[in-house]
């Protein structure tokens, strides 16, 4: 794997050390900062707004003009994929995305591809390759089959993915030809970012913890491993984090088994703890609580002192533990990036 010292996150990833932190946080393109606010009422729908390279790419840049964070992610949504894969999508204001025909009432084999609508985001890929500061990290990303599969069964978010998991449990056989349809599209759009100039990729798995052990195996580790080596055979220099929010105890499994680069904590996780378990030269990305973060003061100064003591002997990216609240003050964000790279290891100089 190659190293890039003068890209400080792509030098972590690629599993060097740091003098200085990296950090770029979850959502950190989105609804705290002021300046997306006023360009999402420009352009009206959040997909309308993701569709539309110009401002998807305006919007991804946002955050690094205001703060300089050392990775710019995508802007973007994971439900791109089941899109692509035929299913309609929208976004209902207050209620979340909406997917039809949800597979509990549809099968797979009624739907029909139409991979054309991954083309924006390529073009967002491109306009952003172009602006970004040369230290800056270019992230994609894509969910993971698991999560999204949730959303193809159910049509929409749900508490504990009930719809998914009963799916699974009743016909393995169909809910298998539906994680593998999400595999391989995913796999195509992942690549098709990194061919229009990402330089890493994360896998969001924001629904792993609502499953037992076997089914983790069966969902969430076997599809992540898939995907990671269809990714290396193609493009084997570019770093996959993996994020398995709710994984827990099943961290280990998961990192040693999918083969990725970098493993993203949850806040629910001790960092100290998923030092002890962990590879002691596996990069890891985490794990703030935003609602830290949203508190602000002594509160947030603890919580970075003891995430960056807890994780100092290792390759390690600041990040949350999930995404940023949209109620966050932009003061907070200010002060987050002060302590993190006051000096190597959060120490002070």
């Given at each position: 794997m190659t190293l890039a010292p003068h890209k400080p996150l792509l030098h972590v990833l690629s599993g060097g050390k740091s003098d200085i932190i990296p950090i770029w946080l979850m959502r950190q393109a989105g609804r705290y900062l002021p300046e997306y606010r006023a360009l999402r009422a420009a352009k009206g729908g959040f997909l309308e707004l993701v569709n539309d390279h110009e401002a998807a790419a305006e919007v991804t840049l946002q955050p690094i003009a205001r703060f300089g964070f050392d990775g710019a992610i995508l802007f973007s949504d994971i439900l791109i994929v089941p899109y692509a894969l035929g299913q309609d999508l929208r976004f209902e204001a207050g209620e979340g995305p909406r997917l039809s025909p949800p597979l509990t009432d549809a099968v797979l084999s009624g739907l029909t591809a139409v991979p054309a609508r991954l083309e924006p985001v390529y073009r967002t890929v491109e306009k952003v390759k172009a602006a970004l500061p040369a230290e800056t990290t270019f992230l994609g990303f894509a969910g993971s089959p698991w999560t999204?599969?949730?959303?193809?069964v159910a049509?929409?978010?749900?508490?504990?993915?009930?719809?998914?998991?009963?799916?699974?449990?009743?016909d393995p056989g169909a809910f298998a030809e539906i994680i593998g349809a999400i595999e391989a599209m995913t796999v195509d759009y992942l690549s098709g970012q990194i061919e229009a100039g990402v330089e890493a990729v994360q896998l969001f798995d924001s629904w792993s913890g609502s499953l037992a052990p076997a089914q983790f195996e069966s969902w969430v580790i076997a599809p992540t491993a898939r995907i990671v080596a269809a990714l290396k055979a193609r493009h084997p220099h570019i770093p996959v984090i993996g994020f398995p929010k709710g994984a827990g105890a099943k961290l280990a499994a998961y990192a040693r088994e999918t083969g990725v680069d970098a493993i993203g904590l949850d806040e629910t996780?001790?960092?100290a703890w998923a030092d002890s378990v962990l590879p002691a030269d596996l990069p890891v990305q985490g794990n703030l609580d935003p609602l830290a973060l949203l508190a602000g003061g002594e509160a947030l100064e603890k919580a970075v002192a003891r995430i960056l003591s807890s994780l100092a002997g290792r390759p390690h990216i600041f990040n949350l533990g999930h995404g940023i609240i949209?109620?966050?003050?932009?003061?907070h964000v200010e002060r987050l990036l002060e302590l993190v790279r006051r000096s190597p290891s959060g120490r002070a100089a």
């Open positions: 999204v599969a949730t959303y193809m049509g929409q978010g749900s508490r504990d993915q009930a719809e998914a998991r009963q799916a699974a449990y009743a996780v001790d960092p949209k109620e966050t003050p932009i003061a």
